[in-house]
């Protein structure tokens, strides 16, 4: 039973990995929007408002955490989960992002199984999680 599709943004720089994962989203099931730098990708959530976000950490323009921190503080925004996805791998960053709002931290790379997990568990509002070390 599904009661409509599921929207995912996807914001990552790498136009390689922004294509895999849209692909993986896509495979599971999600209508999918991307942006390729942090400050589009304000303007794309604020629009969409999505149902989770799939955000990378080092980007051009603004990080990831600076996009998690705007939309902590819009309370139009402050709601929708963040996965993060990132090449930060040291315990203080994955701490860093989760006390920045993530309710996951996954480091790159990635299967399908753990990103598909981590944005099912973030939509339906499973408790924050790291993976790998287990650093929460």
């Given at each position: 039973m599904t009661f409509g599709q599921k929207t995912v943004v996807i914001v990552e720089d790498d136009p390689d990995t922004a294509e895999m994962f849209i692909e993986m989203m896509h495979l599971a099931g999600y209508q999918v929007y991307n942006s390729y730098a942090g400050a589009p990708a304000i303007a794309l959530i604020a629009n969409k408002k999505p149902d989770a976000v799939i955000?990378?950490?080092?980007m051009p323009d603004l990080s990831g955490l600076e996009v998690m921190k705007y939309m902590q503080r819009d309370p139009s925004l402050a709601d929708i989960?963040?996965?993060?996805?990132?090449?930060?791998?040291?315990p203080t960053d994955i701490q860093a992002g989760l006390r920045a709002g993530a309710v996951s931290y996954l480091t790159k790379p990635v299967t399908f199984s753990d990103l598909k997990q981590a944005v099912y568990d973030a939509i339906q509002g499973a408790a924050p999680k790291?993976?790998?070390?287990g650093e929460v």
């Open positions: 955000l990378d950490i080092m989960p963040v996965v993060v996805v990132s090449a930060k791998t040291l790291a993976n790998q070390d």
